[in-house]
Every structure is written in structure tokens, then in C-alpha cells.
């Protein structure tokens, strides 16, 4: 999936892999052994490690790091914005260049500038600059943005740089609502059509950038950046599939490392499969603690005081299978109605952040009691970056360009998903056979990964902090736990907590820790747990 935004709310948070007609579930990794390839597929899972690049800057790339970012003003009080030059293809730079958007809100002072400090939302698919102009320029701490100008640079493939395009508009309606539990052959005929359909508008409307959307690809982009700010080091925050990205950005530059923040953190030694059956567990963890919280409040629709988990979900479940077969009005002007699809996305979406379920409870409530789907229809919009006009942003787009060429797929064919939907089911009764026929989308990608499983250890890097949350649907915990043992200088921060990612989420420690690491450059001490308060 990837970073989601929190529904209801001005921060531009996304989840991390989002993809399907669902979600995002399906692997997120990068190259196994060296930037730009792949080591054989006969190699374990995870039993290799991403590889340094060497010190010294290749010639063919040196006009590249002699650039600097032409600042203009960006319509946004206080922002400017900008463009950088990068290869399209790094192993081959003279055959082309991308355009990547950047832009920046300098440091505002009192105390001495620091340097920069480059965001990322997650993703893949979120815009880092939007993220940037909403949420990180305005709202992480003032002493924070005080010492630091505040970066942001669009990853290659998403929203201002080299956008993947795919479906549009009526077609990615008809997209996001396809059946993703099917109950019979021609079911499942359609949605593995919808799957060939998006792929193949992909293929068509993206051209050469998409074999070139990696991660590995962002990473080396990032140090772009870097040298275009005229910072020796990189420091930055990245949340969700942003870890990802800067866990891939320390392993290929270990030694340009400064003061790096993992928060939501993924464990890139995983292959497709276990990654998407992890989350489905977490997505499972983040729906019992609503129930429990759910059947406390008067307003619950899905059980009165004292309802087990078990069965809270047993009635949201049945009334997933309601919608299956008869969708109800959602009051939407384009005449969409409210299935089972979009009412799961909807719930999803409302997983990301605890501050949501007062809204998801308001919106089942008029659903299933009204049979208005209206509320869960503006969730699970939210969730896809569905206008009000009809018009999508290339999240969707970037998400599965992205996943699908970091990681081979987690399922091969129809008949793979059948096999694999128990476990999955094990992992939650609820979304299990909808995540696990969502993971069947990059079976039909029009390129082939250039990515596997791996280990990130980033030897001799300057401290990393990661940063994981116990209850955190997206990202499971072990996640951070994993990637914070394979960092040869990773520590691990533990929110214990609700909702995806810790950073600005109402935990004063939590955040006194990352802003010390920000701003003295001391990193938790070995253990470090924070509660919500």
C-alpha cells in the first residue's frame, strides 16, 4: 500500500502499498545486490544484501551532481519550487533525462541553519512535495523547521516528475470497484481482466519511465538532491514506504549518511507474499483494537458493550457480503454505488489513523442502518485521491509501477491465490480473501522487477533511527524491529500505540526523541519505548 492520508484530516499521510482494486499489499523491495540489477532468482529470500556504490562520482554523472535548482516562487506563501535534471536510466545517463520537482521552505530561524531536511510521505505514489506544502513545511516542530530548510523532491514517476499514467477517470471507477472477493470462475475472469486492463493502459500511456520507477532509482535521485542543496550529508524523514526509500538510500551511500528517520519502518529481506500476509495480520491488529473501542461507544453499529472482536468483525463482514450482491446509493453525482469493494476500502482507509474511528463508526451507521453509503464512499475516495470532478491523482498509478518493479509478484496466477487466500484469511478473517486477490496485480505488469528480497545493513553509516508502532496496521511492528537489526547502525524507537507511523501523533515522547536526534544529533537511547501520551 502506502503512507495514507488520515482521513479527515489536513496531514498527507499515505499507506504504503496501494494497489488492487483494494489496497496496497504487495511488495515493496528493491535490487538484491547492486543498484540498477538483480541477483539470480534462485537466491534466498533475504539472503543477500544491497550493495554500496562507490565513493567517487562517475563522469557521465557529474553534470548531474554539478547542478543547482533554479528557486522560483511556488503560488504557496513561503515555498519555493523548483527543477532538477536525472538520468532516466542511470546505467546508460546520455540516453535521456527525467525532470524532477522540488521544492523548499528555508529555515526560519532563530539558530544557526543546520541544513536541509528532505520529507517523504511514503507511498509509493505520495507526493512528497504536496506532503511538503501541507503538512511537513507548516507542522512539524517549529525548533525543527527553525534550524532546517524544509525539502521535499516528487520521487520519478509520481505526481510533478515524470508521472506514470495509467487509467483515468470512468475507467478507474470501474477500476476501484471491481469484485476483489470473487465467488465463482466468472468473477475472478473479471477481475484478472481489470488487472490486464490497468497494467496495459500502463504500458501504453507510460512508455520508457516505467522501467525506470525503481526504488533503487528514487534513492540514487535523492542524492541528486542532495548535492544540488550543497549538503555533504543527506538528513531526512521518511514515513512508511519512505523508510524503504531511505533504508535504500543509506545501503547505496552509507558513508553520505547524516541524520536519517524511518518512521512506519519496512523490512526489505521479505518477498511479496509474506510482506502482503504480514499486513493483512496488521490490518487485522488495527481493526480489533477499533472493535474494542467501537462497542464502548453508543454509537457503534457493529456491536453493543461487551461484543467480542471476533464477532464485531463477523458483522462487518456480513455486511460486506450485503453489499456484494445488492450495493446501496451513495449520493454520488456519477451514479457510483456502494459495493463491497469501496465500503472495504473505506474501512481501510480509517485504519491509518485512531482519530478516524469516530468518523468510520458515523459512516457505517448510515450504512448499514440508512443504507446511505455516502460516508464510506468519501473514505475510500480519500484513500484513492478521488476528486469530487471524477479526476484521480497518479497515486494509484505510481503505486503499482513502483511495487511491481521492486518486487516479483506474490502470486503468479488465479489458481496461486486460491491456495494462498487460508493463510491469508488466517491472518484476518475479515480482509484476508480480499488482500490476497488484491496481491494478484503485478502478475499481469507489462515489465519485469528488477528487484528481490534483501537486507539493508549500510555498513558504516552515522546513526539511523527507526521507528516502529505496535498496533500500526500498514507497517507491521516486526517490520521495524527487522530492519532496525539489519542497519549496522540502526536503533530502534517503539511507539506503543495505534495507527501508522509515531512522528507528530500526540506522543511528547516520541517526538522530543526525534527532535533531539533532528537537532543534536543524539539518537534514542538502545530500547527506547514511548506510550501515546
Not at 541553519?113 to 512528497?128: D, E, H, K, M
Not at 491509518?352 to 474511528?357: K, M, Q, R, S, V
Not at 480482509?431 to 528481490?452: D, H, I, Q
Not at 516502529?468 to 527487522?482: I, K, L
Request: proline share 6%; hydrophobic share 35%; charged share 20%.
Amino acid at each position: 500500500m502506502y503512507t495514507r492520508r488520515r482521513p479527515g484530516s489536513s496531514r498527507a499521510h499515505r499507506s504504503l502499498r496501494a494497489y488492487g482494486t483494494l489496497f496496497a499489499v504487495a511488495g515493496l523491495l528493491v535490487s538484491a545486490c547492486s543498484a540498477g540489477s538483480s541477483t539470480s532468482s534462485a537466491s534466498p529470500a533475504g539472503s543477500v544484501a544491497l550493495r554500496a556504490l562507490p565513493e567517487a562520482t562517475p563522469s557521465a554523472l557529474a553534470p548531474y551532481y554539478g547542478q543547482r535548482a533554479n528557486w522560483r516562487d511556488c503560488g504557496v506563501a513561503g515555498f519555493e519550487c523548483g527543477t532538477l535534471k536525472a538520468p532516466l536510466d542511470y546505467a546508460e545517463p546520455t540516453k535521456g533525462d527525467i525532470k524532477l520537482a522540488v521544492a523548499r521552505k528555508k529555515a526560519t530561524g532563530p539558530g544557526k541553519r543546520i541544513g536541509s531536511l528532505l520529507v517523504n510521505p511514503g507511498g509509493p505514489g505520495g507526493s512528497a512535495v504536496d506532503y511538503l506544502q501541507s503538512y511537513a513545511g507548516i507542522g512539524y516542530p517549529a525548533k525543527v523547521r527553525a534550524r532546517y530548510d524544509m525539502v521535499a523532491v516528487d520521487p520519478r514517476g509520481v505526481a510533478r516528475s515524470a508521472p506514470v499514467e495509467c487509467l483515468t477517470g470512468r475507467r478507474m471507477d470501474a477500476y476501484t470497484q471491481t469484485d476483489t472477493t470473487p465467488d465463482n470462475a466468472r468473477e475472478t475472469s473479471e477481475l484478472v481482466n481489470a488487472y490486464k486492463e490497468f497494467a496495459e493502459a500502463c504500458g501504453q500511456r507510460s512508455g520508457n519511465v516505467l522501467r525506470h520507477v525503481s526504488t533503487v532509482e528514487a534513492a540514487r535521485d535523492m542524492d541528486l538532491v542532495r548535492a544540488a542543496l550543497g549538503d555533504e550529508k543527506l538528513t531526512y524523514v521518511g514515513a512508511s514506504y519512505g523508510t524503504f526509500l531511505g533504508a535504500t538510500y543509506a545501503g547505496l551511500y552509507p558513508e553520505r549518511v547524516g541524520r536519517l528517520v524511518l518512521d512506519g519502518a519496512m523490512d526489505p529481506s521479505l518477498p511479496a507474499r509474506k510482506l502482503n500476509r504480514d499486513q493483512t495480520a496488521g490490518f487485522d491488529t488495527a481493526f480489533r483494537s477499533f472493535a474494542k473501542d467501537c462497542v464502548t461507544e453508543s454509537d457503534c453499529p457493529l456491536g453493543g458493550k461487551g461484543t467480542s472482536p471476533e464477532q464485531v468483525g463477523k458483522n462487518l463482514k456480513a455486511f460486506f457480503q450485503q453489499l456484494d450482491s445488492d450495493p446501496i446509493d451513495a449520493g454520488d453525482a456519477d451514479g457510483r454505488k456502494l459495493g463491497e469493494a469501496l465500503a472495504t476500502t473505506g474501512v481501510i482507509a480509517a485504519m491509518y489513523d485512531e482519530g478516524a474511528w469516530p468518523q468510520l463508526r458515523e459512516a457505517l451507521t448510515t450504512a448499514m442502518q440508512d443504507k446511505d453509503g455516502a460516508g464510506l464512499l468519501v473514505l475510500s475516495d480519500s484513500y484513492y485521491e478521488r476528486e469530487a470532478d471524477g479526476t484521480y491523482a497518479n497515486l494509484m498509478s505510481a503505486n503499482a509501477a513502483v511495487n511491481c518493479l521492486d518486487l516479483p509478484a506474490a502470486f503468479a496466477s488465479p489458481e496461486e491465490v486460491e491456495k494462498g487466500v487460508p493463510d491469508f484469511e488466517k491472518a484476518s478473517p475479515v480482509f484476508g480473501r480480499g488482500l490476497a486477490w488484491a496481491s494478484l496485480n503485478c502478475a499481469y505488469w507489462p515489465v519485469k522487477p528488477t528487484g528481490e528480497p534483501h537486507r539493508i545493513e549500510a555498513k558504516g553509516a552515522a546513526p539511523i533511527v527507526v521507528v516502529g508502532t505496535v498496533r500500526d496496521p500498514a507497517t507491521p511492528y516486526p517490520w521495524a524491529q527487522a530492519l532496525a537489526t539489519q542497519l549496522s547502525s540502526g536503533a530502534l524507537l517503539t511507539y506503543d500505540g495505534d495507527g501508522h507511523t509515531a512522528y507528530g501523533r500526540g506522543s511528547a515522547c516520541i517526538d522530543s526523541a526525534i527532535n533531539e536526534y533532528l537537532l543534536e544529533g543524539t539518537p534514542p537511547q538502545k530500547g527506547k519505548r514511548c506510550s501515546a501520551t
